[in-house]
């Protein structure tokens, strides 16, 4: 199991405030975006993203097919949200996933427990955060990572579903993501679950009433995404979506992804 205070991990910014995750101290965070900086500042901060990236991709190489898992940081223990998530994650894990998420409380917590109390693997890419985001206690291996944006390459690289419990901008920015790279061809068709009817409801219509109608959209971008208060539905929708992508992959490839019980 990696250890948080190990000398790769990236220290700690001091909290900025009393309010969770609202802001930064951290001088590199806050220059990255500012527009270009003196050249040689430029390759460090290039060198460090690099070196981020490669710690990840060591770290995760070995986990085995994942199915990733987001969601808010913030549902308690006893929600139906958290509960729904907890016997997911045991769900994926007797199916054989690895069982990935951000690593943190919450949404993330509940995955990862239930995939950990089936016996199976439980993985988070935790995030550097003002008031540090710790990693949950039902992990067997995690990494902490300073840029949101390498946090998120490794939390779409190795999966082959991808599940939305309802959460804030983290979790819409996480599954519009995946749904754009879907979309794009970026990666391949897999399957997208929005877990929690009337939470995605309104987004659902608002895309199909305006995103839809303007033509921004097609039906099928919609249609990738399953809306479901059920776990048993959702692992329907995971296993045969991966059993298609991987069958796909092996005729266009003459080689087999891994396989999944």
């Known amino acids: 199991m990696n250890d948080p205070s190990r000398a790769d991990q990236p220290t700690a910014a001091e909290p900025s405030s009393g309010i969770w995750g609202k802001a930064t101290r951290d001088v590199d965070e806050l220059r990255l975006l500012e527009g270009p900086g003196p050249r040689v500042a430029e390759l460090g901060r290039l060198v460090r993203i690099s070196l981020e990236l490669l710690r990840g991709f060591r770290a995760l190489h070995f986990v085995g097919p994942c199915v990733t898992v987001f969601g808010s940081a913030h549902s308690p223990r006893g929600e139906a949200h958290y509960e729904n998530a907890r016997v997911l994650g045991g769900m994926l894990a007797r199916a054989?996933?690895?069982?990935?998420?951000?690593?943190?409380?919450?949404?993330?917590?509940?995955?990862?427990?239930?995939?950990?109390?089936?016996?199976?693997?439980?993985?988070?890419?935790?995030?550097?955060?003002?008031?540090?985001?710790?990693?949950?206690?039902?992990?067997?291996?995690?990494?902490?990572?300073?840029?949101?944006?390498?946090?998120?390459?490794?939390?779409?690289?190795?999966?082959?579903?991808?599940?939305?419990?309802?959460?804030?901008?983290?979790?819409?920015?996480?599954?519009?993501?995946?749904?754009?790279?879907?979309?794009?061809?970026?990666?391949?068709?897999?399957?997208?679950?929005?877990?929690?009817?009337?939470?995605?409801?309104?987004?659902?219509?608002?895309?199909?009433?305006?995103?839809?109608?303007?033509?921004?959209?097609?039906?099928?971008?919609?249609?990738?995404?399953?809306l479901t208060d059920s776990p048993e539905q959702a692992m329907e929708r995971i296993l045969g979506g991966v059993h298609r992508q991987v069958v796909a992959a092996s005729r266009a490839n003459s080689t087999r992804l891994p396989a999944v019980s």
Do not use: H
């Open 96 to 226: 054989g996933f690895t069982v990935m998420t951000g690593g943190g409380p919450g949404i993330m917590e509940a995955a990862n427990r239930g995939a950990k109390e089936a016996g199976g693997r439980s993985v988070g890419c935790n995030i550097m955060l003002p008031l540090e985001q710790k990693p949950n206690t039902y992990l067997d291996r995690w990494i902490t990572f300073r840029y949101f944006f390498v946090r998120k390459v490794m939390l779409a690289k190795y999966s082959y579903a991808f599940v939305a419990f309802p959460g804030g901008f983290g979790t819409l920015d996480e599954i519009f993501e995946i749904a754009t790279l879907v979309q794009t061809g970026k990666i391949r068709d897999f399957p997208l679950v929005l877990m929690g009817v009337s939470y995605w409801m309104p987004l659902m219509e608002f895309l199909r009433s305006r995103a839809l109608a303007a033509g921004a959209i097609e039906s099928r971008d919609l249609d990738r995404l399953l």
